[in-house]
């Protein structure tokens, strides 16, 4: 079974559009996560849910919105989608905080082009 | 600025030969310190991590990394190299400090030439 899933693996869209990733774990952890990863490979988180509580919420534009229904979900909600928003997009998952010492989980990744 | 720095895009290291990925951090207080690798087209997979005590931390695959206070380093370590092990290598640190942080290095790309 997959630890951490996201869906979908590809998305492919026009410039304005609104689109959502959908992740699930199903392994029990309380805290889930969201990165951004560029061309050049850096990898940047952007949200931390903890217990569906936001903990971490780096400078990223306000047209992405993360919501997660239940611990096991956390979803991103990309509006008006501009063409620097393509990227690979990893939901992640680790029981506890990982800014303490707990190891994260990472699904596949959602490859976003935007174009 | 609290970061971790990978000084090295590329690593190349023939089979069978020791490899070392680099990794300094420049972190007050004690940091809590990653190793994560990404195989192409993957996601990241956890290595091996430094929280307090042992400095020598041994993770998966063989891989360990030894944790340098005076140097301020955490280079990742495997006795001898296979073509595997070809992939992308990121440090990371993170801290309970300003609420929560978490932060990733740069990546280095590790290739093992047969």
């Known amino acids: 079974d997959t630890a951490v899933s996201q869906t979908p693996k590809y998305l492919v869209t026009q410039m304005g559009n609104d689109k959502s990733i959908k992740c699930e774990q199903n392994?029990?952890?309380?805290?889930m996560y969201w990165y951004k990863q560029d061309s050049k490979k850096f990898l940047k988180i952007m949200f931390s849910?903890?217990?569906?509580?936001?903990?971490i919420n780096e400078t990223v534009p306000n047209r992405f919105s993360p919501k997660s229904p239940d611990k096991a979900h956390l979803n991103l909600h990309i509006n008006s989608l501009e063409l620097g928003d393509s990227a690979v997009y990893f939901c992640?998952?680790?029981?506890?905080?990982?800014?303490?010492?707990?190891?994260?989980?990472f699904g596949p990744g959602t490859r976003l082009t935007v174009l | 600025a609290q970061s971790v720095a990978q000084p090295e895009d590329q690593v190349n290291v023939a089979e069978g030969n020791p490899l070392t990925v680099k990794c300094t951090y420049s972190?007050?207080?004690?940091?809590?310190l990653f190793w994560y690798v990404q195989y192409p087209n993957r996601g990241l997979q956890f290595l091996l991590k430094?929280?307090?005590?042992?400095?020598l931390v041994k993770g998966s695959y063989g891989f360990e990394a030894e944790f340098n206070k005076s140097q301020t380093s955490f280079h990742l370590k495997k006795p001898s190299a296979l073509v595997s092990d070809s992939a992308l290598y990121f440090c990371?640190?993170?801290?309970?400090?300003?609420?929560?942080?978490?932060?990733f290095g740069t990546g280095t790309s590790l290739t093992v030439i047969p």
């Open positions: 392994l029990g952890h309380d805290t």
């Open positions: 992640a998952s680790s029981h506890g905080l990982a800014g303490a010492y707990n190891e994260q989980f």
């Open positions: 849910y903890n217990n569906k509580e936001l903990i």
């Open positions: 972190v007050s207080g004690n940091p809590y």
């Open positions: 430094y929280i307090t005590g042992d400095n």
């Open positions: 990371a640190w993170g801290a309970l400090v300003n609420g929560n942080q978490f932060y």
